[in-house]
């Protein structure tokens, strides 16, 4: 392994001039034809970009040479291993983590914390095999035996990890014939510890090798790094130093950075705002500037490491403004159907929950996979079976029985055909059910791979027990589509816009650099320590890898098969190093932005990164307060509010319609929950739709007019207080023998036996569906059912002890037609079911010459806390259903009709007569326009943003409550003062 060049450098450009053009220039002329690969190692992505950049501006060809990162790289050397090698995903590692946690078992905090979530120790585990160790040196015992067991696992299954393979590319390195003709290393640092095993096999095994390493301060891990390749390659050749500072415009201000001093240059820009939106337009505009400026420069355009909305927003504006760059980050790519159809079977399988099996098998509709008749069957099972057991747990609502007792139910039919995973069972129990409903959803698209990593597993795992859960995470993340997409002006390598991390920034060459999203949590954004591998530890293994090198005294190497592991304060000693060396190498401009706002919250304020304060005292002389930083924001929102409004035209419709239904001197109308034309026969609403009429007129808008009521959620239901009160009206219900629905009113006793056999059938019913799944009763579903069960004894009891009736009718339907009110309402469209209707004497509806019964009671039970129907109360609109139930009883039969709202533990009598509402002109002149024009209104929600909310579409937009109360006054001028909201 001769290493023909070994330099270190602290600016790209000097490294270009000194070793890589000559290295290029040279390598070209044989490298197509060498019997050996010629190849190029970087870092990251970014700065093979960098140079092949360079190389195109230079005109020097790259035919036969191979770059690489160190993943390519690791795949170039793997022949070097005598046998095949199967590299362990994260994901198999997840796995095999969870199962021999659950194999240790027990109480024991370290197992269930690992069976739990097994990212942290599998970071840690991987962190000690980069640096040489084993999981033995994991310093809790029970995490060290959990090490060791999956590291057995791994060996049945045929498995390795990548850092293990890394130290047995090294091993093999020195000793095989070279796989590479010649190698160059650039850009490598000492934040590439992982990668040092790999790194060092590729240097032992090239036929020719040249090292180019950036330049780093005198910590004992860059030091280390430093000495361990010396003592590899040799002795540095050539310390290519930063430019004169003279040269370069912000080397004062990177100085003063890193030495927390005060300044007065203001060369640098610092931008806030409050809305990420408004940042990424205003970097756009910086990024502009600058090409503008320098067509020729390199534009950087640091964005936080971690997942960030800053890095989404400005590739959002780039691709608007049609800007060539290469996104470095990219974005998750939009989901096909089928990958769209997995996720929800994922979350199905996972939540087991009648919500999650709605959502996919609509899902399933959608693609074709599921008729609309089932899927409407299955809709109005799950509601009726949710309303009644009051859980979505698919166990209890499966073996529940509806309708024909012998028949499976939908949600059964549907559990067949898609079957849940077992709770726990062997992997081979597990595929067999996963693997027929993976090749039915057609996901993932290279289903063979899947299937055939799974049979790798099998053979490693072969009858232990796994949990269901387990085997789903590691389904659900191998089938995942890797990797991340970018928009088509995103995708030009050699554009001079890059979109990067500060890690691939680093060690580049660049004109102007804009930093953005410079918030607390993101820069530099430092991870948690481990709770498995805490960074004493690391510096306790880490000095027992340190030795003594060969050049000397303050030569520093490290033990052989031994790496170091930078802890959290290496890292941000190695982002604070990276970022002050970038503020020194801008030769152009430089620009640091954040915005204040949470996107997830933007009431909250969010806190700013130290840095940008840091920048901002070094550049100006001032530590801006958080005060200050407000007005900036505040002023730069306001500049790009008037830019905007100078630039662009609004949407004229929207503007119009907008303006429309925030003008309170002017009616509702068509723009604001109102028909354009009046309805041809007025509006036909059921009695219960009318009774929120002047309470909700939007859910009655939506639901009753236009047909789009949201569908039923069981995540979003309460479905305790509606299970009593469905419970309460069926359990009242009495049969008759009769046509016409009429019996005697029976005593109390018997009434109350009717209760109690049909609610014991109900309890029987429940109980005997969470028997079948193998769960008891809840107490929680036993006193809700015992409540109900009163309610409807305790209404029982009221109406046979008020003396109004000697027959009675329950569930009796107002049949859909039009009803001759009063002389207000001539015909009004009405439909509905009344809970209980008394007579003295049994009226015949059908005959106008049958006599008339004297008088009738028409009841509606409450199981809430609503209120005794009253004058002032129907004036408003309140009880208006039963109001109109005696309207309409009246038209029917003929005779006075009083009406009563039942209350638990309310006496049961008389509450108001027809003669008392005819008399409420108002409101009948208001119900008879609404009829007839189809203009209802919209008012403001009720009550505090805690209770109750219609649903409403996303895209509306919102007028002010007073234009509200304005403008409902304007529409329904006759209700009484004392009557409008």
């Not at 062997?426 to 993976?438: D, G, I, R």
């Not at 990797?483 to 890059?498: D, H, I, K, L, S």
Request: hydrophobic fraction near 45%; aromatic fraction near 8%.
């Amino acid at each position: 392994m001769p290493v023909t060049r070994h330099v270190l450098y602290a600016d790209f450009d000097d490294a270009w001039e000194a070793l890589l053009r000559p290295w290029f220039e040279q390598r070209v002329k044989t490298a197509w034809e060498a019997p050996l690969p010629t190849v190029v190692s970087c870092p990251n992505g970014g700065l093979v970009s960098l140079l092949k950049q360079r190389l195109l501006e230079e005109n020097i060809p790259a035919l036969g040479i191979h770059f690489t990162t160190p993943g390519s790289l690791r795949r170039l050397l793997t022949p070097l291993l005598e046998a095949p090698v199967r590299l362990a995903l994260r994901e198999d590692l997840h796995l095999l983590a969870r199962i021999v946690a659950r194999e240790a078992g027990g109480e024991e905090p370290v197992a269930q914390s690992v069976a739990a979530d097994p990212s942290a120790f599998v970071r840690a585990l991987d962190t000690l095999e980069a640096g040489g160790w084993g999981p033995e040196q994991l310093p809790l015992s029970e995490a060290a035996a959990l090490g060791r067991s999956l590291r057995s696992l791994l060996e049945q299954c045929g498995l390795q990890t990548v850092r293990r393979v890394d130290w047995r590319l090294d091993e093999a390195a020195a000793k095989a014939s070279p796989r590479l003709g010649a190698w160059l290393a650039v850009g490598f640092s000492s934040a590439d510890w992982p990668e040092f095993a790999l790194l060092r096999a590729a240097c032992q095994n090239a036929a020719e090798a040249s090292l180019c390493f950036r330049v780093e301060g005198e910590a004992p891990v860059a030091a280390a790094w430093a000495g361990a390749w010396e003592a590899l390659a040799g002795p540095v050749e050539e310390y290519l130093a930063a430019p004169d500072p003279a040269e370069l415009p912000m080397d004062s201000l990177a100085e003063r950075f890193a030495t927390h001093t005060e300044g007065g240059s203001a060369r640098a820009r610092f931008i806030v705002t409050r809305h990420q939106a408004t940042e990424a337009e205003i970097v756009l505009r910086e990024v502009q500037a600058a090409l503008k400026e320098n067509p020729g420069g390199r534009v950087g355009v640091v964005v936080p490491a971690r997942p960030a909305g800053i890095g989404r927003e400005v590739a959002r504006v780039f691709a608007d403004a049609d800007l060539p760059h290469q996104d470095r980050l990219g974005h998750r790519p939009a989901k096909a159907p089928p990958h769209r159809l997995f996720t929800t079977w994922v979350a199905y399988q996972s939540a087991r929950s009648l919500a999650s099996l709605l959502a996919f098998a609509k899902n399933l509709h959608e693609v074709n996979q599921w008729p609309v008749a089932r899927l409407r069957d299955l809709e109005r099972t799950g509601e009726h079976l949710f309303s009644e057991l009051m859980c979505q747990d698919l166990g209890p609502l499966a073996a529940c029985r509806t309708g024909d007792a012998n028949s499976p139910s939908a949600i059964a039919e549907f559990l067949a055909t898609w079957p849940l995973l077992p709770q726990v069972a062997s992997l081979e129990e597990l595929a067999s059910v996963a693997e027929p409903q993976l090749e039915a959803l057609e996901w993932p698209e290279d289903r063979p791979a899947l299937f055939e990593r799974l049979a790798g597993l099998k053979t490693g795992l072969a009858e232990l027990p796994i949990q269901g859960s387990s085997f789903l995470s590691w389904l659900a993340a191998v089938a995942d589509i890797p990797g991340r997409t970018r928009e088509r002006t995103a995708r030009e390598p050699f554009a001079p816009v890059q979109l990067l991390t500060l890690s691939e920034a680093a060690g580049q060459s660049w004109d102007t650099l804009i930093f953005t999203g410079m918030t607390h949590e993101d820069w530099p954004g430092q991870s948690p320590e481990s709770p498995f591998l805490p960074d004493g530890d690391i510096a306790r293994l880490n000095a027992r890898a340190f030795r003594g090198g060969e050049q000397g005294i303050g030569h520093q190497s490290v033990a052989k098969g031994c790496a170091l592991m930078p802890n959290r304060g290496e890292l941000a000693r190695q982002a604070a190093e990276d970022f002050t060396g970038l503020l020194g190498s801008v030769r152009q401009g430089l620009t640091a932005s954040v915005s204040l706002g949470d996107p997830a919250t933007p009431a909250l304020l969010r806190p700013v990164s130290e840095w940008f304060l840091r920048l901002c005292s070094a550049d100006r002389g001032v530590w801006p307060e958080p005060r200050v930083l407000l007005h900036w924001a505040e002023s730069t929102e306001q500049a790009m509010r008037n830019n905007l409004m100078s630039k662009r035209k609004p949407y004229s419709e929207v503007a119009d319609a907008q303006a429309v239904r925030c003008d309170r001197s002017r009616p509702f109308d068509a723009f604001s929950y109102g028909l354009e034309s009046p309805p041809q026969n007025g509006l036909n609403l059921s009695a219960s739709a009318w009774s929120r009429v002047f309470e909700r007129p939007v859910q009655v808008w939506y639901t009753h007019i236009l047909r789009a009521e949201p569908p039923f959620d069981p995540a979003h239901e309460n479905p305790s207080r509606q299970a009593r009160g469905t419970w309460a009206h069926a359990w009242l219900s009495l049969e008759s023998a009769k046509d016409d629905g009429w019996l005697t009113l029976p005593a109390v006793e018997d009434w109350w036996q009717s209760v109690r056999a049909k609610a014991g059938v109900t309890r029987e019913r429940v109980e005997a569906a969470f028997a079948a799944a193998g769960r008891t009763l809840p107490e929680w579903w036993q006193a809700d059912w015992a409540k109900a069960r009163a309610l409807a004894l305790g209404f029982a009891e009221a109406v046979t002890e008020s003396g109004l009736g000697h027959y009675v009718t329950t569930e009796s339907a107002i049949d859909a037609g039009t009803y001759h009110l009063n002389t207000w309402v001539p015909a009004l469209s009405l439909r509905g079911r009344m809970d209980l209707v008394l007579a003295d004497r049994v009226p015949d509806f059908k005959d106008e010459t049958a006599p008339i019964p004297g008088s009738l009671v028409v009841i509606d039970f409450k199981t809430g806390q609503d209120k005794p129907l009253t004058d002032s109360r129907l004036k408003k609109g309140e009880g208006l259903q039963i109001a109109l139930y005696a309207l309409a009883l009246r038209n029917l039969a003929g005779c006075e009709t009083q009406a009563v709202l039942l209350t638990p533990g309310a006496v049961c009598s008389p509450q108001m007569s027809t003669e008392t509402m005819d008399a409420l002109e108002p409101l009948w002149r208001t119900v008879a326009e609404v009829a007839s024009t189809g203009i209802l209104g919209d008012l403001p929600e009720p009550g505090s943003g805690f209770g109750f909310s219609a649903p409403r579409p996303l895209a509306e937009l919102g007028v002010p409550d007073e234009v509200l109360r304005a403008r409902w006054a304007l529409t329904h001028p006759s209700l009484d003062e004392e009557a409008a909201p």
